[in-house]
Nanobody, 115 residues
C-alpha cells in the first residue's frame, strides 16, 4: 500500500501562485509515476500533470507554461507549482501514485481561485 498526503491548497486571487506538496509513504519502492489530478464540481477527475521515475513529465494543455511538477526522491515528495492561476483552475486537487499498475490516491486538497 501507498499512502499519500497532500497539503498546500487554499484561496488565492487570479494571477497568484500556490505550491502543492504530496508526501508518499508505505510501499513506495516500486512507484512508477506520481501525478496530480483535479476535479471541479459536476465534472470528471482530470489529469493535470504527471512525472515518471525517469523524470519525464506530461501536462494538461490548459496548464502548460503555468504549472510545473517536480519530485524529491529523498523526501518522497512530489510538488505541483501553480503560477498565473485562473478561476477555472478551481477544483479539488488529488495526488496520485501508480505502483505495479495500481492507483493510489490522496484525500484531496481544495484550491479556489477568485476573480
Amino acid at each position: 500500500q501507498v499512502q499519500l498526503v497532500e497539503s498546500g491548497g487554499g484561496l488565492v486571487q487570479a494571477g497568484g501562485s500556490l505550491r502543492l506538496p504530496c508526501v508518499a509513504s508505505g510501499s513506495i519502492f516500486s512507484i512508477n509515476a506520481m501525478g496530480w489530478y483535479r476535479q471541479a464540481p459536476g465534472k470528471q477527475r482530470t489529469l493535470v500533470a504527471v512525472i515518471t521515475t525517469g523524470g519525464s513529465t506530461t501536462y494538461l494543455d490548459s496548464v502548460k507554461g503555468r504549472f510545473s511538477i517536480s519530485r524529491d526522491n529523498v523526501q518522497n515528495t512530489v510538488y505541483l507549482q501553480m503560477n498565473s492561476l485562473k478561476p477555472e483552475d478551481t477544483a479539488v486537487y488529488y495526488c496520485n501514485a501508480v505502483r505495479n499498475l495500481l492507483n493510489f490516491w490522496g484525500q484531496g486538497t481544495q484550491v479556489t481561485v477568485s476573480s
